[in-house]
């Protein structure tokens, strides 16, 4: 048996089993622990290096799950003699910065874990869409049987890489309604937001240069960051969003040139933006010519609270590029977004949007402006904001009943989310899935929405997904499933060592 160096830093955000994660996999690629070479037993290792015993247990899970380590009962921990090393070093950019690659980011065995939330009879809390009953199925028959009548293979063709524009009007005059002066010339239509996302990025990230975010983020960011190979900073939020001390200290030592941000209902926190934080924001991107990518595809799902602008109604400088669309709030399939963005920006997402798909299908950018036309999208929003406030006072008090005691969550004004943060005591989300998923009940791990392994012990839950009674018994079974891992936890620390 070998006697591990593992330097941890306490004060890191990083959690300690990730640290120990990296430095044990860091010395097997190496070759300082050699295959076969026999480790520490969890209780002898936590003290020997002054940690809990948890944290031990669940890196060396996860050394095993990805084949760095093998277990043999009655015999102890070894490293595995099928292990390869990974692509996780650093590399070299064109600014002579070492950015760590998309190893970093959240690993995608939870991704995959959580993939077996979509078995049918589980009730679901994982998703990010609204629930199919709020969809407006008939209003949509009509408009599709009306385009088609009208405009016959019109409606089937290629339409402007820039858009249908009726459509591209359309989304002027309901973003004018926002505080958002633009024209029509300025409106990108793009199959979702997630793809306005991704074209933003691709167009003005260039080699070399790192993408910003917050620490928790979207996971569709990172999913197109890890995708597109670019390197993924996230800055720490406070109550109020993103923090600006820790901003500007990472543009004076970095100089990105992107910064991607939900003012408004934020996914997966459900945190706001006050006005204040909004305007500094502004007043530091300008200063230091930092553009911001604004999503604002939750701003309105707001059910109590005062209405605050998009950044993009109070930008003055012109750093602010507006992403939303039509998928959260009226109908997710037909994959309709939007893209605001001065010209000089915009020419070169076009570009990118002319390279990924041509245009963004006509039939369904026709359907979708002739919605809007007949004031559907605003009977929609006030119906679901309705329904999602009962069903988020469903899950306030279904979160009281059956979670454990030292659960913490968000009070959201606001958005789908719960944001629920476990007792660090006890077990971890990604051990509280799969315990919950033998109970037909799933939610999303928080660590998928973090860059740097953060998020152990939180989890993201729609509650928006279901109706009051069924949160109900999903909350239970999860809080039923937490209290049956935490009574094998103690059944574990008393266990003799191996």
């Known amino acids: 048996m070998v006697d591990l160096n593992i330097p941890l830093n306490r004060e890191s955000e990083e959690p300690i089993y990730r640290q120990l994660i990296r430095h044990v996999k860091l010395q097997i690629e190496s070759g300082t622990l050699a295959a076969g070479t026999r480790l520490p037993a969890s209780r002898e290792l936590a003290q020997i290096l002054d940690i809990s015993r948890i944290s031990v247990v669940n890196a060396y899970a996860e050394l095993r799950a990805e084949g760095y380590l093998s277990a043999h009962t009655g015999r102890g921990t070894f490293v595995s003699r099928d292990a390869h090393p990974a692509a ?52 949509l028959r009509d408009a599709i049987n009306t385009v088609l009548d009208r405009d016959g293979g019109n409606a089937l063709t290629y339409e402007a890489s820039e858009g249908y524009m009726p459509l591209r009007a359309a989304v002027r005059d309901y973003v004018s309604a926002l505080g958002i002066r633009c024209t029509a010339e300025h409106v990108l239509i793009t199959g979702g937001a997630q793809q306005a996302i991704d074209m933003v990025i691709q167009a003005l990230v260039t080699d070399g240069q790192t993408l910003v975010t917050t620490n928790p983020t979207y996971v569709g960011l990172i999913d197109i960051a890890r995708a597109r190979r670019i390197p993924l900073h996230g800055v720490a939020m406070d109550d109020d969003g993103i923090r600006l001390d820790m901003l500007e200290n990472y543009i004076l030592d970095q100089h990105p040139r992107l910064l991607y941000i939900q003012p408004s209902f934020q996914n997966p926190t459900g945190n706001i933006m006050p006005m204040h934080r909004r305007r500094q924001l502004l007043n530091l991107a300008n200063e230091y010519k930092l553009l911001l990518l604004e999503d604002s595809v939750y ?30 709030v009226l109908l997710p399939g037909m994959r309709i977004g939007y893209v605001i963005a001065q010209n000089q920006h915009l020419e070169r997402i076009v570009r990118v949007k002319l390279a990924a798909d041509i245009s963004t299908p006509s039939l369904n950018q026709r359907a979708i402006y002739l919605m809007l036309q007949r004031g559907i999208l605003a009977q929609q929003i006030e119906r679901n904001n309705r329904e999602l406030k009962r069903r988020r006072n469903a899950a306030m008090e279904a979160a009281r009943l059956y979670f454990p005691q030292g659960t913490v969550w968000n009070v959201p004004q606001g958005g789908l989310y719960l944001w629920v943060r476990l007792p660090s005591d006890g077990p971890t989300a990604a051990e509280l899935f799969v315990a ?63």
């Open 88 to 139: 996780n070093g650093t590399r070299h950019t064109s600014n002579g910065h070492d950015h760590q690659d998309d190893s970093t980011l959240p690993d995608s065995s939870l991704r995959d874990m959580m993939r077996l939330a979509r078995r049918a009879g589980v009730i679901n809390f994982s998703h990010g869409t609204p629930p199919p009953d709020f969809f407006p199925i008939a209003q």
């Open 299 to 328: 701003h309105e799902f707001r059910y109590e609270g005062e209405p605050h602008p998009p950044l993009k109604a109070l930008d003055e400088y012109g750093s602010v590029i507006h992403v939303s669309g039509f998928t959260k």
């Open 436 to 498: 919950a998923l033998q109970r037909d009940v799933a939610f999303a791990i928080g660590n998928i929405f973090y860059t740097n392994g953060c998020g152990t012990h939180r989890l993201r839950l729609n509650f928006g997904m279901q109706k009051p009674e069924i949160i109900h018994e999903g909350f239970r079974r999860i809080g039923e499933a937490w209290r049956s891992l935490a009574h094998e936890y103690d059944d574990f620390e008393k266990a003799p060592l191996l």
